[in-house]
Structures are given as C-alpha cells and as structure tokens.
C-alpha cells in the first residue's frame, strides 16, 4: 500500500530577523511560495485543515487539465466535478495522515474525466507553522499508470520467454534422444570395429550432453544452482545410461554447500561426464572387473577444486591412447578454460587416476577413490 509514519519530525515553518531580511526585495510572499510550489515536477496539492486547496502546482493544472478558478479555495474531494472524492484518498487524509504526518507511496486507481484509468502514488506531509496552530497539508501525486504498466509487459515477456525456454529445452531433450539412438542403431548394425568405436564415443558424448540438459532443465537462466544435488542427479543419469547393470562400476559424489551459475553449472556437468568416459573406456578396461569414480568438489572462499578420481588401471598402464592430446582432452581444456581453471593429471598409488580441475588456490587432499 504505502509507508507511513509518525516517527520522523514534522516540518515546522518559521522565521527569523535574517530570513525577513533576506526576503525583504519580495512583495509578497506568497509569490515566493507558489513559485516553489510550481518547481514541482509532480502534481502537487497544497490544501488548509479543512482539505481545501490553498495552491497547487502548475503540473497539476496541465495533467488533470483544469483551470486555477476551478481548483483554488475548493475542497479537494469537490476537484473536477467530485472526481477526487476518491474513497482511498479519503482514507489517507483523514484517517492515516492524521495520525502519521508522513505518507509515502500509497497507491490509487481511479477514472479520471479526460485522462481515463490511471494509478497514483499520492505522497502526503503535514507542515505546521511555529506560531500559529493551523497546519497545511502537502500531497504530492505521481502518476505511474505507464510505468506499471511497463512492469507488467516486462513481467507478461519474461514469463512468455520462460514458457519459450521449457519449450526450446523440451524439444532439445527429444531431439538428443532421437540422434543418440540413431548412433547407437548404426553402431550396431555397421561391420567396421573402428566405425563402430566412432559411433559409440558420440551416442555417449550426446548421451552426455542430454544429461547435463535434464538436470538444468528445472532451472532458470543465471540461476545459482547447489553443485552436490546437481552433480548427485547427474551421476545418477550417467549410471543409468552409460554403465547400467552390465558393469560393476560405481560413481561417487563428495561435494559440499558450493553453489555455482547455471551457465557453469553446464561446462562443469560436462567436464564431469567427459572424464566419466574416459575413465570408463581406458580406466577399467576389463569390463567385469568392479571399480569406483569419485566426483568431488571443494570451494574455499572464492576458490574451488573438481577432481574426478578412478581407481582403475592408471595412466601408464592405460591404452596408449588415452595418454595422447584426442578429443576428449581437447574439450575438457576448452572448458576449464571457460571456467578460468586449470587441469592437472595425478597417478594415485597403488593405481589410479585423478583429473583436477583448480580454479585458484585450493590446498585440500587429492580424493582418491576406494
């Protein structure tokens, strides 16, 4: 509604020897008063104890496009015929004002003849003068009809983008779906092994991809999003699509209270699912053989560290290929870079490997997975 109170000092009106003197060159003081009145670029009122108008603003008489003898001496609820005779303006001056001196923005809606529907800010203050007990009344009227309604299209377009995005989000979701079951029809039904191997790598790349998109589904743009939930439902997605019950490798998640943007949270998500298969394809080369990935992330003030950590065969004693510059490293680097990260490569004794990604300064322990 509005903010009233009757905590701060009313203003009271005085003068002293200086100030006649000051204003000794003015005949009439009056014309000192209007001439302030009219600087106003809101509306303004000027009304006596009995809410008659003593002045008014020459902002006033343009915007509601009446005449001085029309509104000069008259009683405010009798302005335009008695189109002031508004009951939340009733309300302000003679039931809240009187008890709080100060109203500040207190919101009306009412048809004007001329100007229609608008919406009014009316901001009050009683004056009482220092030797005399009348008092007058200021109230000041901003007309905000434009500006709300300017709030309202603005809210009205993003919840028409908002509807767009889950439209946008839904149909990239199906269409990931469709292709990676494309690649993976095709990897089934082609003779070649090396092609085969191709077509593999990219029905979990998109596989992947589809799974960072899930899980941002849900969340707006720019939103901060709480790593550990976020990367506990990824891993989830990338057990169910990529290991399933036919291998007996678990993912882990060690994260704390760390929240990151959903514009990261998507480079991070993929980072984790790149590594994740390239842990499960060169890490644990024998497929029966069980093993553990451990997710973990740490942040300490501003800093953060992502470690995907395996206890698989290492790197030396991994294919020769997972040690060369391929794909796979090219994209993770590309996104650490994103990040303003750095990555660094560890062997965990007995064997084992950890990926770190370290955005500043982070001295905590390499996780290492059981």
Known sequence: MGRFSNAEPVVR????????????????????????VNTVREPLLVLDEDLRVVAASRSFYLTFRVERQHVERVAVYALGDGQWNIPELRLLLEKILPRATVMEGYEVEHDFVGLGRRKMLLNARKLFYEEDTRSLILLAIEDVTERRAAQREAAELLQQKETLLREMQHRVANSLQIIASILLLKARAVGSQEVRGHLQDAHRRVMSVAAVQQQ???????????????????????????????????????????????????????????????????????????????????????????????????????????????????????????????????????????????????????????
């Open 13 to 36: 009106i005085g003068f002293t020897i200086t100030d006649i003197d000051f204003f000794a060159g003015i005949d009439d003081a009056r014309a000192l008063a209007l001439a302030i």
């Open 216 to 370: 941002l589904q849900a969340s707006g743009h720019g939103e901060q999003i709480r790593i550990g939930p976020y990367l506990t439902r990824l891993c989830e997605s990338l057990v169910a699509s990529m290991i399933g019950d036919s291998r007996p490798v678990s993912l882990e998640v060690q994260a704390g209270d760390g929240r990151v943007s959903s514009d990261k949270a998507v480079s991070v998500g993929l980072i984790v699912t790149e590594l994740v298969i390239n842990a499960l394809k060169h890490a644990f080369v024998d497929e029966t053989e069980a093993g553990t990935i451990l997710i973990a992330y740490e942040v300490v003030g501003t800093n953060w560290r992502l470690s995907i950590a395996d206890n698989g065969v290492g790197k030396t004693a991994a294919k020769p290929e997972r040690s060369a510059h391929g794909l796979g490293t090219s994209i993770v680097e590309a996104l650490a870079k994103q990040l303003d990260s750095r990555v660094e490569i560890t062997e965990t004794a007995p064997h084992g490997t950890t990926v770190s990604l370290i955005h500043g300064t982070v001295e905590a322990q390499l996780p290492k997975a059981a």
